[in-house]
């Protein structure tokens, strides 16, 4: 899991990207060579949170080697998950990176954009910024977990080795300033929080027959497209857990009453 908390608005400077509360997270790296790049160019963008998850190899002395001295810091605490989800709970919004356009590909901004939208966030929640195996990039799967994707636009050849996709998008995030305060932006949703509701209202929506129990992920990924927009405060998640849990709880008791009065 991820080792440390965020820091809140006071801490930081609020025009400003907070980067102590950005992490980049590989998930399913195949080449040890690439995490330790990785590494040393978080470490020239002035990020130091490294998460990977599931790696096909994780030698650690070929990652040291390609992160060199500078950036032994970032591999000494960087943070090995078995899943995505487990790698995810902690974080506040999730920034996937994908080269592939369409499908469910939707909501997508370049690093140069993602830079002033996450300042006011960064600054009371933590941010994940997730990049996928160097082969195959991140899948659809992957991508539900995601409040907001970014593209980083190339010429006819899209395909960018792994440590140059953390570094095109960690060096706009180093650059981005703003004389302006940053607006304030209140503790989002948790990844685990989030995980909980989409739970919860796939269970009622299949309850009262308003999707398919066949295939809920058809609508319930509509859903959080949705959501993904707002993006969802902690508070806001409570309250629609709660309103599943009262729509549960009057359908059982209008069954127990149907129960009774047949009894009757």
């Given at each position: ?32 060579e ?28 070929k ?129 685990h ?44 998640v ?8 009262q ?18």
């Amino acid at each position: 899991m991820p080792p440390r908390t965020g820091k809140t608005p006071a801490d930081a400077d609020q025009g400003r990207i907070n980067l102590d509360n950005i992490a980049v997270v590989l998930a399913q790296p195949r080449f040890p060579e690439n995490i330790g790049a990785a590494a040393r160019a978080m470490c020239n963008m002035g990020l130091n949170q490294l998460v990977v998850v599931a790696p096909e190899n994780c030698d650690l002395a070929k990652v040291r080697r390609m992160a060199t001295h500078a950036a032994l810091d970032v591999v000494e605490q960087m943070v090995v998950a078995d899943t995505l989800t487990e790698a995810l709970a902690e974080f506040a919004y999730v920034v996937g990176t994908t080269a592939r356009l369409g499908g469910q590909r939707q909501v997508l901004r370049s690093p140069a954009r993602l830079a002033p939208h996450l300042a006011s966030i960064s600054h009371q929640n933590r941010v994940a910024l997730i990049f996928g195996p160097e082969d195959r990039g991140l899948c659809n799967t992957d991508l539900r977990l995601c409040h907001v994707l970014v593209n980083i636009p190339t010429a006819a050849f899209s395909s960018l080795n792994l440590a140059q996709a953390v570094m095109v998008v960690c060096y706009e995030l180093f650059r981005y300033h703003s004389d302006k305060p940053g607006e304030f932006s209140p503790r989002l949703a948790n990844r685990h929080e989030l995980d909980a509701m989409y739970a919860a209202l796939t269970d009622v929506l299949m309850r009262i027959s308003f999707i398919n129990p066949q295939n809920p992920e058809y609508f319930m990924n509509n859903l959080r497209h949705f959501f993904s927009r707002l993006p969802l405060r902690a508070k806001e998640v409570q309250i629609i857990r709660g309103i599943c849990r009262q729509i549960d709880w009057y359908g059982e008791k209008r069954y127990r009453d149907g129960l009774k009065d047949q009894s009757s």
